[in-house]
């Protein structure tokens, strides 16, 4: 038919990155997505047209390159003008090898031929799309990335001569000029205008409060926008250099500003039912861009939304047409109508690492026992046979893994529960598990989860939303000591059966080690119950008259500590690395796992060790991002000759 030759023409056009058995299968199942709509629209009014894309196999090779998103056009557009554009995604696959951390921003060229970003190492490196050549311009660099109009230069933040500047960098040669010296008060830059003449950013002074502003570099006259902002900059220049857009917040609603830069034009867009954040103008200069974030069912919802514009004016309520953006970290908009982005991900989960019991040394590689994003609370069964691990999937659950082959034996639903807090403990005789959270009536503290039936009561309210207390228990299973509260924080033991509460720590002033508090853990005789204060591990006798120190950590900082069931090693993670270490009660520390090549940032928290002694479990938090970039994806005009 002829439509659906039309329809071909279209998608072959399309940047879609697959095999060619892929390519025809999802040709030739959207065409029959096509007919079978205007098949069922002859019998039906109103057809189901959502049912029928979601039967589609179209819909199942969306995780390959490119991705092609099928939108519709209202019914009363009649089905010869079914399709109403393509949205096309395929991924910078080049960028995967590059270090960009989280907190630098990145960009892609005008002409969609090159990426920019800043590394870990603060080098400004530039990367050739389409062959993944890579090229260090520039050191000693931070903050974001703004490409000039014509693409030929990066402005960038950096150190001359020690001295804090903002510069432009020759793609070409490397070469750099200073745009503005000693820029006000640790500017970070947000846009630069086509021009070349304005940049926009937020000026951060040293009493911490953020301002938006708008400096003109020939005179280096500065002009507060908005002051007391929170989060990333929200400036960026029209096409044409005319205008720019800023966001403000009054009287607790966001407002999206339009300004002239030299002239008195001004003009704000204030009905959107939520947040607005990173307006971007589209490269035609017809529509601003924005990502929206409102209260929805359940749930908040951050979708990508667009506003008409037409010379000083906002035209129309925001249309959205892109939805569930969270994970969408938005760079820039280039001119060839590509917009990039980033996708980021937690890996990671529960690994058990063996040892040997009585050198605390390992044994063998560390294995995955769980996949899981997010750093899961997890402890030990008493006969060390099974971790119980709290986590949230459509709800609260507790799950009960096979420490042998990480399957679930069994799930407890927690629907009572709203958050948790940090720290899970099994009662040594295996009737309870101790964790702390927050309860549906807002009522927090630490709960006790029945293990046979399920059932959840609240032991210890605590006066905080979500308490970060750590509860473990004693050998005879009768009590549970706990930290609170996190910061000025004393040593607490609840008797179980009766709730009695009891204070192990004397007051600051008259402590020998003036420390912060953490991660209160009774010794596996039970006559003391043991913390980090600061690189020290004390250990209180339970009847709070003695306090001695147990460790001492002079060229280690850690985090979080479990006791060996011999009480003779003491497990411990260094505080934001990927090593676990093993300290004897009676020598040196020394480093048992490293996990840093299971993904970017991996960070390894929170070992349990295990009641045979035989085994360490610990949980991995890693980090992975994708690049991306996006097109035709704004409210589009009736497409020509359909």
């Known amino acids: 038919m002829i439509f659906a030759e039309r329809v071909k023409k279209l998608v072959k056009k399309m940047r879609y990155k697959a095999t060619d058995e892929a390519y025809d299968k999802a040709l030739d199942s959207f065409l029959r997505t096509v007919e079978e709509y205007q098949q069922e629209h002859l019998a039906s009014d109103e057809p189901n047209i959502w049912r029928i894309i979601m ?27 079914l399709i109403k554009r393509f949205i096309t995604i395929f991924r910078i696959s080049p960028i995967e090898k590059v270090d960009f951390p989280y907190y630098n921003g990145k960009a892609l060229s005008p002409d969609g031929k090159y990426f920019a970003g800043i590394t870990q190492a603060s080098e400004l490196v530039i990367i050739d799309t389409a062959t993944g050549e890579q090229r260090n311009l520039s050191e000693h660099c931070y903050g974001p990335v703004v490409w000039s109009d014509d693409g030929s ?5 950096g150190l001359r001569q020690e001295k804090p500047a903002l ?14 010296e000693d820029p006000p008060n640790a500017f970070w830059l947000a846009d630069w205008s086509p021009d070349g003449k304005w940049i926009l950013g937020v000026s951060i002074p040293n009493s911490g409060v953020q301002s938006q502003v708008l400096v003109n570099l020939e005179t280096k006259e500065e002009t507060v926008l908005a002051e007391k902002i929170q989060g990333r900059p929200s400036t960026f220049f029209s096409p044409d250099g005319a205008w720019f857009t800023y966001i403000t917040q009054e009287v607790n609603k966001y407002i999206l500003n339009l ?158 529960i709203q958050n948790r807090g940090h720290g899970i403990s099994w009662s040594p005789d295996g009737k309870y598990i101790a964790f702390s959270g927050e309860n549906r009536e807002k009522r927090s503290g630490i709960f006790l ?29 009768k009590a549970i000591a706990y930290v609170y ?40 005789d039970g006559r003391s119950v043991t913390y980090k204060a600061g690189r020290r591990i004390l250990a209180t006798i339970i009847d709070g008259q003695e306090t001695k120190e147990i460790l001492h950590l002079k ?88």
């Open 449 to 477: 989860v029945t293990v046979k039936t399920g059932e959840v009561r609240l032991l210890v309210p605590l006066d905080t939303r979500i308490p970060h207390v750590h509860p473990t228990w004693a050998p005879d299973s």
């Open 259 to 416: 300004r002239q830069i030299d002239g008195p034009g001004r003009t704000k867009y204030t009905d959107f039912p939520g947040e607005i954040l990173q307006p971007m103008w589209s490269p035609d200069g017809t529509y601003i861009v924005f990502t929206g974030v409102q209260k929805g069912v359940g749930r908040l919802r951050q979708d990508l939304w667009a506003l008409r514009i037409e010379g000083d004016r906002f035209v129309g309520p925001p249309s959205p047409i892109l939805p569930d953006v969270e994970q969408m970290q938005f760079f820039n908009w280039s001119q060839n109508g590509q917009l990039a982005y980033r996708n980021g991900f937690e890996l990671g989960g529960i690994f058990v690492l063996p040892v040997d019991p009585k050198t605390g040394k390992a044994t063998g590689q560390p294995r995955q026992l769980v996949r899981s994003g997010g750093m899961a609370m997890h402890c030990w069964s008493p006969d060390g046979e099974q971790i119980a691990v709290i986590d949230r999937q459509e709800g609260w659950e507790l799950s009960f893994i096979s420490s042998d082959s990480g399957e679930t034996i069994r799930k407890i639903s927690l629907p009572e």
């Open 153 to 157: 230069e990066i402005a960038i933040a």
């Open 555 to 642: 060229d280690n900082s850690f985090g979080i500590f479990d006791w060996a069931p011999d009480g003779c090693h003491i497990v411990f993670t260094a505080d934001t690395t990927s090593e676990v270490w093993c300290a004897p009660i009676d020598d040196e520390p020394f480093k048992i796992c490293d996990i840093s090549n299971v993904g970017e940032y991996a960070q390894a928290r929170r070992p349990k060790w295990s009641p045979k002694g035989d085994a360490i479990a610990f949980v991995v938090n890693c980090q992975q991002y994708q690049y991306w970039v996006i097109e035709n994806f704004l409210p589009p005009t009736e497409v020509d000759g359909l």
């Open 485 to 524: 509260p996190v910061y000025d924080s004393d040593i607490y033991i609840v008797n179980v059966e009766d709730g009695r509460l009891k204070r192990l720590t004397r007051p600051v002033e008259e402590r020998e080690f003036k420390d912060r508090i953490r991660r209160a853990v009774f010794a596996p």
């Open 55 to 81: 039967k589609s196999r179209m819909t199942k090779l969306a995780a390959v390159a490119a991705i092609a998103i099928m939108v519709l056009l209202p019914l009363s557009y009649g089905a010869t003008k």
């Open 167 to 180: 510069i432009a960098v020759s793609r070409k040669t490397g070469k750099t000029r200073t745009l503005l």
